[in-house]
């Protein structure tokens, strides 16, 4: 009996010998657990270096939007009121007038011309005063105030002639004439001259400023030496 129970396991185990590949071993994979996904935290990304860098571009010719432009100065073009300025004499008048201003001396008939392009701002065609009154306001006589493009005015009286086509509102170009020189007004009974007044642009009859605010003394020696300087405009 114990023999047969011997035998009938002994070809059980040739059995399930003989069924088995005797090649491949048989693995047996333990599987790992898996971690829950609610506790991973990812980590951000890590920025690269090019990302962050901004080139500079090389300046160019045509890099204008970033380089300021130089400003040029506008220069104005002078010359003497008279002419020609060798006819001319004169001094700084200021002392003697009481305010600003210079009378330069010539004879009857010298060319007054605009000292600078501007437009014509004041015209006196006819002689008012009288000495009886005395008008301050119409003791130039016969005479004549521009306004610069500079923005400075210039006035001369006490002419003889106001020069044809002049009047107020005309464009003149430095040079230019403008009347005589002459004694008109309160010079009816000296020497002829012209009295020049360097002035802020104000109202036609505001006489107190045409006269003269600016001593043109330092500005007639430049103009008449061929330089062009620009009389600073008179603060009100």
């Known amino acids: 009996m114990k023999r047969l129970g011997l035998a009938i396991l002994g070809v059980l185990l040739a059995a399930c010998t003989a069924s088995q590949p005797s090649a491949t071993p048989i693995v047996i994979e333990r599987a790992m657990p898996v971690q829950p996904t609610a506790s991973f935290t990812p980590l951000p990304p890590t920025p690269t270096i090019t990302s962050t860098v901004t080139p500079q571009p090389s300046a160019t010719a045509t890099d204008t939007a970033t380089i300021a432009p130089t400003s040029t100065p506008v220069v104005f073009t002078y010359v003497f009121p008279l002419q020609p300025p060798s006819v001319a004499g004169?001094?700084?008048?200021?002392?003697?007038?009481?305010?600003?201003?210079?009378d330069i001396f010539a004879p009857v008939g010298t060319v007054f011309v605009a000292v600078t392009d501007g437009i014509v701002d004041f015209v006196s065609f006819t002689d008012t005063w009288d000495p009886k009154t005395d008008d301050p306001a119409v003791r130039g006589g016969l005479s004549v105030a521009i306004i610069g493009d500079d923005g400075v005015r210039y006035y001369g009286s006490h002419l003889s002639a106001i020069a044809p086509g002049i009047r107020v509102g005309l464009r003149v170009k430095a040079g230019q004439e403008?009347?005589?020189?002459?004694?008109?007004?309160?010079?009816?009974?000296?020497?002829?001259?012209?009295?020049?007044?360097?002035s802020r642009p104000t109202t036609p009859d505001?006489?107190?400023?045409?006269?003269?605010?600016?001593d043109p003394f330092p500005f007639l020696q430049a103009w008449r030496a061929g330089v062009n300087v620009t009389p600073p405009l008179p603060v009100p």
Not at 187 to 197: D, E, P, V, Y
Not at 206 to 214: I, L, M, T, Y
């Open 90 to 102: 004169f001094a700084d008048g200021t002392a003697s007038h009481g305010y600003p201003a210079t």
């Open 178 to 198: 403008l009347g005589r020189v002459g004694n008109s007004g309160d010079a009816r009974s000296t020497q002829a001259h012209l009295h020049f007044g360097i």
């Open 206 to 214: 505001d006489w107190k400023a045409r006269r003269g605010q600016v």
